[in-house]
């Protein structure tokens, strides 16, 4: 073997390895964002650990083998689809709204089963037929911003209390807490001042670092489900069998139009990443996928799917571009569905490891909100147009629930969720006063006020 050939051996080795890493890199991302939601939404629905580990083996599969189809197919980017945030908080809202009107959960479970179905379908018809255009005119830079900070604002609180051990009686453990911080400076350590491509696997560095760490400190504390658990893969609708509960299936269908715009302000910003344009076609393609998908998950008891605009600060603070280092992590996930004790043994992660983790992860999304309104100039009206949406959704966010169950329960979901009520706050902002009037008047008057 001569010089040039274990020189070309030597560097495939090292481009091998690199992209395998940051496939496992990818792989914890999809995991530590897919592992929490079948947990939560199984106990509110009383389900059994072994209910629950199949739920969790259908969201890792699926969830992994939409990644992979979006790479290959759809939207063509480095970018998360799976169990949406926003259907998150309708399903845990819902559950705890309708329970205390008297509804059973079976109910509950075959509303939103209908809801999700109608959902995905709607999402899969109106992106093929090209609605990425209408909501693009309608999501303006302010709007995206808007619902950028207010996505950014919702995701951090929701990790802070993650990371702390925030319980639902108010209070926080304060050594879960300790290691939390600890694990979050290491990871931001890494991204700030690690060199070469050290920096690039800061957040797998921080988990496998942190569970080692939290599993000597707190041994036994945090068991996760049993490595014997696991239902079966062909269970259908396990909430419960579609029905037609009015309240519901609005509102979910409401959700479903308010979380397709979310695709536009995630494509619309990744396409800044990858310096490239996003087409119509990738729009429609990925809408599609992400419509069936929902439509799929809502059989086997899994949130409808949607892309994750965390998956933009991960790419900002990593620069894992690569869609190979992105599919191989999907796969992994996919492979993680199929193998139930190895889906029972990555359980085990400590929720607070990951919260820690995925906050400093997501700080990134808070540049990319500012950035996406660079260059503009704000007077004491025209501030109105990012301060007035963000800080009432911000405000809505901070209301207890329980302030909330005066409302009719179909609006539930809609009133109190911080950041529906702000993207709708900025969107009548944006369509109903003319800012560019006002920006006139200010420049004017400063040229008639300056010496």
Known sequence: ???????????????????????IQWFFFLFTNTVVVPLS???????????????????????????????VFGHRYAVMDGPSGLWWGLTLSLTVSASSAGMSLERIGGGLAAGFLLAGLTMAVLGRLGAANLLQKLFTPMVKSAMLFLMTIQLTMNFFKGMIGYTEFGTFNLPVAALSVAIAFLVALIQLKGRGKLGNYSILIGIVTGWIAYSFVFPGQHAGLSGNSGGSLFTLFPWGVPTWEPGI?????????????????????????????????????????????????????????????????FLESTRILRRAAFIIGAAMLCILGLTPSVTAFFAQIPPSVGSAVLFVAYLQMFGTALRT???????????????????????????????????????????????????????????????????????????????
């Open 1 to 23: 073997m001569n010089r040039h050939q274990e020189h070309f051996i030597t560097k495939y080795i090292s481009q091998t390895s690199s992209l395998v890493l940051a496939g």
């Open 41 to 71: 939404i199984g106990h509110n629905f009383h389900m059994s650990p072994d209910a629950i580990a199949a739920s969790m083996q259908h969201a890792f599969l699926l969830t992994g083998a939409v990644c992979i189809l979006q790479a």
């Open 249 to 313: 299936v609005v509102t979910a269908f409401f959700v479903g139009l308010v979380n397709m715009t979310n695709s536009i302000t995630t494509l619309s910003t990744v396409e800044k990443i990858y310096e490239t344009q996003t087409t119509d076609q990738q729009y429609k393609r990925s809408y599609v996928l992400t419509g069936l998908f929902s439509m799929l998950s809502a059989c086997v008891g899994v949130l409808p799917f949607g892309l994750f605009a965390s998956s933009i600060g």
């Open 373 to 451: 309104i660079e260059g503009t100039a704000f007077n004491s009206k025209t501030i109105y147009r990012v301060a007035l949406p963000v800080l009432t959704g911000v405000a809505v966010m901070n209301i207890p629930a329980e302030a909330f169950q005066a409302l009719p329960i179909y609006l539930i979901p809609i009133i109190s969720n911080g950041l529906v009520i702000g993207v709708m706050v900025s969107l009548i902002l944006e369509k109903s006063v003319n800012w560019s009037k006002m920006e006139s008047a200010s420049t004017a008057s400063k040229t008639v006020t300056s010496p």
